[in-house]
Antibody, heavy 121, light 107 residues
Framework: QVQLVESGGGLVKPGGSLRLSCAAS????????MTWIRQAPGKGLEWVSY????????YYGDSVKGRFIISRDNANKSLHLQMNSLRAEDTAVYYC??????????????WGQGTLVTVSS | DIQMTQSPSSLSASVGDRVTITCQAS??????LNWYQQRPGKAPKLLIY???SLETGVPSRFSGSGSGTDFTLSISSLQPEDIATYYC??????????FGQGTKLEI
């Protein structure tokens, strides 16, 4: 069955860096687009970043552009998010999710359980 | 960017009730609208894609409708396990993806 398992979250000081990982299993990872989505405590969902199958098309939300870097390792079936210059407002649960494209639409059919990132001094 | 306005923000209903949640897009998005359920403490789960297509394994009491700018998620007969927050999500030609602000459903 499809599984996505995030890791790498934790407590980091403002201005610091953190690298999240997402281990995928149960599907042909290299053929799927992948995304990161976050949820601040008690708040709604916010899309963070998207990467295509080969890693050549990458997009970021405005709030993280220039600070976060998404990447993938198809050989090892893993997705990563390098987070730099972290701010208090980056505090959230970070989910990796598989993205499906359908006739111009795109949606997330599988999600990981999430990893909590806390940015605080 | 597309803005999604979801209503109501919270809703209280009884077991067996029919429940309706609406989502309005700031511009025409055809049928590029998806719905998710997030139970407390859990990851979101896809319910409906392409505005009205039921994801495999989702109970048939859930349904979606709409196109263009106005969309609806309905639960025909509310069950206790439907306690959750529901989010709509749209997609433009390129990312970003946009989520509605969520509807918290209580019994």
């Amino acid at each position: 069955q499809v599984q996505l398992v995030e890791s790498g979250g934790g407590l980091v000081k403002p201005g610091g860096s953190l690298r999240l990982s997402c281990a995928a299993s149960g599907f042909t990872f290299r053929t799927y687009y992948m995304t990161w989505i976050r949820q601040a405590p008690g708040k709604g969902l916010e899309w963070v970043s998207y990467i295509d199958t080969s890693g050549t098309s990458i997009y970021y939300g405005d709030s993280v552009k220039g600070r976060f870097i998404i990447s993938r390792d198809n050989a090892n079936k893993s997705l990563h998010l390098q987070m730099n210059s972290l701010r208090a407002e980056d505090t959230a649960v970070y989910y990796c999710a598989r993205a499906l494209d359908s006739g111009g639409n795109s949606y997330f059919d599988y999600w990981g359980q999430g990893t909590l990132v806390t940015v605080s001094s | 960017d597309i803005q999604m306005t979801q209503s109501p923000s919270s809703l209280s209903a009884s077991v067996g009730d029919r429940v309706t949640i609406t989502c309005q897009a700031s511009q025409d998005i055809a049928n590029h609208l998806n719905w998710y359920q997030q139970r407390p403490g859990k990851a979101p789960k896809l319910l409906i894609y392409d505005a009205s297509s039921l994801e495999t394994g989702v109970p048939s009491r859930f349904s979606g409708s709409g196109s263009g700018t106005d969309f609806t998620l309905s639960i025909s007969s509310l069950q206790p396990e439907d306690i959750a927050t529901y989010y709509c999500q749209s997609f433009d030609i390129f990312p970003p993806y946009t989520f509605g602000q969520g509807t918290k459903l209580e019994i």
